[in-house]
């Protein structure tokens, strides 16, 4: 039987795009991915980092706008939502969803940014 959705309950188009990234990243149904909250040093994910000077350069000033709101909002040890990275066999960090959020941490110097690390369900 088909049901109505509330508003609350319609994703946004960011959570569509992140759910189809997870997809394509990890080659997982989602309903085969838990994913646990942790915190890395920055150092872990630095090959990932843009400076917020290379969104400029590229012509992406809403990009800039993104990264430096971001970089404020750590600075004032505000609630940002974690970036999404996965594991890889080679131990390296592969990152999902959130470059602005990412390069934001690095321009406000934190040392750790909290991430949801996306894991197949055993």
């Not at 990264?67 to 594991?87: G, N, S």
């Not at 990152?95 to 602005?100: E, K, N, R, S």
């Amino acid at each position: 039987m088909d049901r109505f959705l509330s508003p609350e309950e319609v994703p946004t188009s960011h959570e569509l795009a992140v759910q189809q990234a997870l997809i394509n990243h990890t080659g997982l149904p989602l309903s085969s991915l838990r994913f646990r909250h942790v915190r890395l040093p920055l150092s872990e994910l630095e090959y990932h980092i843009s400076t917020p000077e290379a969104y400029l350069q590229d012509g992406d000033e809403a990009g800039y706008g993104l990264v430096m709101d971001f970089a404020d909002a750590y600075a004032r040890a505000e609630q940002v939502p974690p970036i999404i990275c996965k594991l890889e066999p080679d131990g390296l960090y592969e990152l999902i969803d959130g470059y602005h959020r990412l390069a934001g941490a690095a321009a406000a110097e934190c040392e750790q940014i909290e991430v949801l690390l996306a894991e197949k369900l055993e």
